[in-house]
Structures are given as C-alpha cells and as structure tokens.
C-alpha cells in the first residue's frame, strides 16, 4: 500500500488528467466558518431552502460540520475547474430586450453531470492507489450535505470571499467544485488555507443591487437575485425594491463576480462542454415570457436552468419586462395579466406598474403626493 503522501500525488495528477484546473486536500476539523451556520439558518437566511437544515441522527446540522454528514472521513479532496468563457460579463450587457442567465448555465451540459464524470476519475485514481477494500469514498458536485466553499478555502483552492465565492488568486471566482469525502487520512499539505486576498475591498457589497450581502461574508439569501430567480417557488416577494433591483435576471446573478477585481483577468476556460450555447447567452424576454411547458423543457434540455421551472422562468421573465424599461413589452404584458398562471399574471400586473414608472417616473412622484394630501 502506498504511503499517504504517496497517494495524495497520485490524486493530484489523477485531477489534472481529469481537466480540473486546482486540486487539494482537506482535513476533517470543524472549520471555524461553519461555527455561524447554526445561527445563519435559525435567522430564516436560508430561505425556502429545507435541504440546508439536514440533521443527523443526534439532531445536529450536516453543515455545520463534515463529521456530522460523514464521521466516518478523515480527509476531503477538493476540485476545481474554471468555467468562465469569453464573453460580456452581465454589467456591460445594456440589452433591454434580453435576459441574463447566470455565466455557469450557458454550457452545452449540466455542470453537475461533467464536473461529476471528472470526479469518478479521480474517484477511481484514489481507490487505486490506496489498494484497500476497506475504503470509503462518496462524490459530491453542489449535492452533497457539506458546505463546498469552506473545504475549498481549507483545501488551498482559494478563499472565501466577501461575496461568500471561492476566490482563486490566478482563476478569479469563476469554478466549479467537486468534493470527494474519504476514509483515508491523505496527506494535507503545508501552508494551508490560501490567505484572504479582500483587503477593504467591499465593490461586490456595494454593488448588490437587493442588499443581499449583509455583511462582509455574509448573505441573506432571502434577498439574494440567484435565490429568487431559481429556488423561490410560486410569487415573489412583494417588496418593490427587492422586485425592482432584480433589474433583467431571469436565471441567477453574477453581479457580485462581475464587478470583483480578482476576476478582471480571469482567464477563459477551455472546457467544450463550458462552452456557451447561443440561445442561452441574452435571451429574449418576450420568448421566455411565452413559454409553453414543452418549449421549456426542448430549449433546457441538459441545462441547470430546468431547476427553476417554466412556471418560475416565465414568472422571471415578466419580472424583468417590467424592469426593462421597454415599452414594446406593454401590450404582450397586458395580455399575460389574464395567464392562467396567478403567478405570472400578478407579476404581470406588477410588470405593467414598474414599466409605467419608469417610462414617467413623474407619475409615481405625483400620485404619491396627492395621497399625501387627502384625509
């Protein structure tokens, strides 16, 4: 059997053959980055997300600590692989026209399904090279109940944020991580984690447009566009700020990277299936407003956007036509205020309200002022 400093080589170029651009390993400590996740879920930032709060048999959150979700791992290997592409990030994007779908959705495949197969590679390469039958190992891509960012960071992959992304020095934000938890207990490294590299930068705070950064490293999730336009189920909220700041997101949000300087230079990944499928990048937003079941389903075949439904990108959609500043968008948003669909139809209403607003924002100021003066 190999030694432990052995087999983490073998790992690390298994990653590399694999196409992950970083690699590392973990330790199995309580991280002191999950000490707050007790206290961020019972303050309701978790949202409508339920999955966040599995416990184990003793009652305690899987996510607040590894040993909770795995007490039988000793080490986590870490992968990472870069899925930026070249093309305009979402505020240099002024289409009025168009939807934004967040930068990781654009791909010609699910990034769970191909960061996955990668991961079965280095999967197969450890077991290998340990040669024991008495190894555990289980993969996770975004699935599992661990929180990937914070065995990243102890990983050497990078840091944590003041967006709460991973951050890689060389590579910006823009990666997908992979974990693979094992019973081994593999070799660590030295000089880990990574040092943040944030200083008092806070652009990705300020930038924000729903406040949804908090604080420096923290985030409501309740307020957050990606939350919103992807996990919220049925209406959203009806907080006009929040509705407003959405601005055209229909899938997701990459503000927050967009503007971080650590990825002004972030180099384009070379990955086919990253590459970006035409229709996803800017779509329209009439044509996602309009959408039948089946259209969904046929234009996300194989795409992360699937997650949100068509009832939820068709509700997104009208969101951001209201948003959008378009006066073309009027007529087909009176029509939507019958839709079957509530939902879309109260957005819609909603829509029709914001469009007026800003088309002659002297409208609002005036009918606010002469409910000022009555009574």
């Given amino acids: 059997m190999l030694r432990s400093v052995e087999i983490t080589a073998a790992v690390t170029k298994a990653a590399t053959d694999a196409g992950f651009d970083l690699v590392g390993v973990a330790p199995v400590d309580d991280a002191a980055e999950l000490e707050h996740f007790p206290r961020w879920i019972a303050e309701g930032h978790a949202g409508e997300m339920k999955y966040l709060e599995a416990r184990d048999e003793q009652g305690r959150l899987k996510r607040a600590s590894v040993a909770h979700a795995a007490p039988w791992a000793h080490s986590v290997v870490v992968c990472a692989i870069n899925y930026n592409t070249a093309q305009p990030y979402s505020t240099q994007v002024t289409d009025q026209d168009s939807g934004w779908i967040s930068r990781y959705a654009w791909g010609q495949q699910d990034y769970h399904d191909s960061v996955m197969r990668r991961l079965r590679q280095v999967e197969a390469a450890l077991k290998n090279a340990a040669g024991s039958d008495d190894l555990i190992t289980r993969c996770y891509v975004d699935t599992g109940p661990i929180v990937e960012r914070v065995v990243a960071k102890y990983a050497g992959i990078g840091w944590i944020g003041k967006n709460t992304c991973i951050i890689n020095q060389k590579l910006g934000s823009w990666l997908f991580l992979g974990v693979i938890l094992t019973s081994l207990d593999l070799d660590h490294g030295v000089g880990l984690p990574a040092p943040d590299r944030c200083g008092s930068c806070t ?3 300020d930038a ?13 999730s309740n307020k957050c566009i990606s939350y919103l336009t992807i996990e919220k189920r049925g209406a959203l909220p009806e907080d006009e700020e929040l509705r407003s700041g959405m601005g055209r997101h229909v899938f997701g949000c990459d503000i927050c990277q967009d503007v971080c300087p650590w990825n002004r230079k972030a180099p384009a990944t070379n990955a086919a299936e990253f590459q970006p499928r035409e229709e996803l990048v800017n779509p329209a937003l009439d044509w996602l407003a309009e959408m039948s079941a089946e259209e969904f389903s046929r234009a996300f075949r194989g795409s992360p956007v ?13 969101i951001a036509m209201g948003n959008s500043g378009g006066r073309k968008f009027l007529p087909l948003l009176d029509k939507l205020t019958a839709d079957e669909d509530r939902v879309v139809a109260e957005s819609a209403g909603w829509a029709i309200g914001r469009l007026t607003e800003i088309m002659d924002p002297e409208r609002k100021s005036l009918t606010q002022g002469s409910q000022g003066n009555t009574g």
């Fill in 208 to 220: 924000c447009p729903t406040d949804a950064l908090i604080a420096p490293y923290q985030l409501d």
């Fill in 306 to 318: 699937r997650r949100a439904k068509g009832a939820g990108m068709r509700r997104n959609a009208v």
């Fill in 203 to 205: 652009r990705c705070i």
